[in-house]
């Protein structure tokens, strides 16, 4: 009965190929993230989306696109993949999305590209 | 742009002694603060909060400072236990400010507690 489960929790892949990472969680919460942890360690939000409105950080390449079937799912599919994509990313979610409600994260997809 | 910095990569402590982690931020709209801990291969875990309204908050052995005025944060850990071994990222956020309320993660800090 894990809170936030992730799948993958490791992809290998080819450049140029495209790919998806599922993240579902149980907590009946209305608000989902996906993070990039680089190489560097940092922990950088890539998207929030709740039922109403999804927020893109500015930084993230259009080739990412989050797809929320329902509230309790949020898939990131990457298109056309590239080295610097390699890096473990954590799919979280919170009941708040003010930022004052604790993020409940997924375990992590450690995704390499070669 | 580093908003939220926490300046050591790694601690080591006695068990028994405290863990004293720190963190300073940079952006004065953040109001609310929050430590979580990552064990290898798994993700975040929360651990403590504090709104900037507050100076202290404290659950069982760990207590979090906030000196609003130095844009300095803490995380005290007393008694440390080897459990406690883990990576700690400081985080905050802003209600107001434009970044609609998202986690600014520091890079870690890894605290080994030995035996």
């Known amino acids: 009965d894990t809170a936030v489960s992730q799948t993958p929790k490791y992809l290998v892949t080819q450049m140029g190929n495209d790919k998806s990472i599922k993240c579902e969680q149980n907590l009946g919460h209305d608000t989902m993230y996906w993070y990039k942890q680089d190489s560097k360690k940092f922990l950088k939000i890539m998207f929030s989306y709740n039922n109403k409105e999804l927020i893109i950080n500015e930084t993230v390449p259009n080739r990412f696109s989050p797809k929320s079937p329902d509230k309790a799912h949020l898939n990131l599919h990457i298109n056309s993949l590239e080295l610097g994509d390699s890096a473990v990313y954590f799919c979280?979610?919170?009941?708040?999305?003010?930022?004052?409600?604790?993020?409940?994260f997924g375990p992590g997809t450690r995704l390499l590209v070669l | 742009d580093q908003q939220v910095k926490q300046n050591s990569p790694s601690l080591s402590v006695q068990e028994g002694r405290i863990s004293i982690l720190n963190c300073d931020y940079t952006n004065s709209m953040f109001d609310y603060f929050l430590w979580y801990k990552k064990y290898p291969a798994e993700g975040p875990t929360f651990l403590i909060s504090?709104?900037?309204?507050?100076d202290k908050n404290e659950d069982g052995r760990f207590t979090v400072f906030l000196n609003k005025s130095a844009k300095h944060l803490s995380l005290h850990i007393v008694p440390s236990q080897p459990g406690d071994s883990a990576v700690y990222f400081c985080a905050a956020s802003a209600e107001y400010g434009g970044s609609q309320g998202n986690l600014i993660f520091g890079k870690g800090t890894k605290l080994s507690v030995k035996p």
């Open positions: 504090i709104s900037s309204i507050k």
């Open positions: 979280a979610s919170t009941k708040m999305a003010s930022g004052r409600g604790t993020q409940y």
